[in-house]
C-alpha cells in the first residue's frame, strides 16, 4: 500500500515559520512530482505548492509565493515545505500528494497523506 506522511505541524504566532516534511516508507518518492495542500475550515482544498522531480521545477499558489518554499531532501528521500511569515489565513491542514507523473503538470493526485495541522494565532 502505498502511503506518505506529513509532519512538522503545530501551533505558530503570526509572523513565524514552521517547516513540513512529506515522506514515504512504501515507494520512492524522488521519482514522482509531489505537491503540497492544504483545506482550511469550512474551504476547500487547495494546492499550494508542486515540485517535479529534479527539484527546479516548483510551482506555488500566489499567496504563498516568497513566504514559503518547496525543496527536495535527497538523501532523505522527503520533501519539505519551509513556511515563513505564516499569517492568520495559513490555519489550515496540510496534506502532501504524489502524482503518478514525474511532473506538476501530468498525471494525476495518486498517492495522499493524513495531514498535519498547521495553526497560527496569537
Known amino acids: 500500500q502505498l502511503q506518505l506522511v506529513e509532519s512538522g505541524g503545530g501551533l505558530v504566532q503570526p509572523g513565524g515559520s514552521l517547516r513540513l516534511s512529506c515522506s514515504a516508507s512504501?515507494?520512492?518518492?524522488?521519482?514522482?512530482?509531489i505537491g503540497w495542500f492544504r483545506q482550511a475550515p469550512g474551504k476547500e482544498r487547495e494546492e499550494i505548492s508542486c515540485?517535479?522531480?529534479?527539484?527546479?521545477?516548483?510551482n506555488y499558489l500566489d499567496s504563498v509565493k516568497g513566504r514559503f518554499t518547496i525543496s527536495r531532501d535527497v538523501a532523505k528521500s522527503t520533501v519539505i515545505l519551509q513556511m515563513n511569515a505564516l499569517e492568520l489565513e495559513d490555519t489550515a491542514v496540510y496534506y502532501c500528494?504524489?502524482?503518478?507523473?514525474?511532473?506538476?503538470?501530468?498525471?494525476?493526485?495518486?498517492?495522499w497523506g493524513q495531514g498535519t495541522l498547521v495553526n497560527v494565532s496569537s
Open positions: 512504501t515507494f520512492n518518492l524522488d521519482f514522482r512530482a
Open positions: 515540485i517535479g522531480i529534479t527539484g527546479g521545477s516548483t
Open positions: 500528494a504524489a502524482r503518478s507523473s514525474t511532473s506538476c503538470r501530468r498525471g494525476y493526485l495518486e498517492v
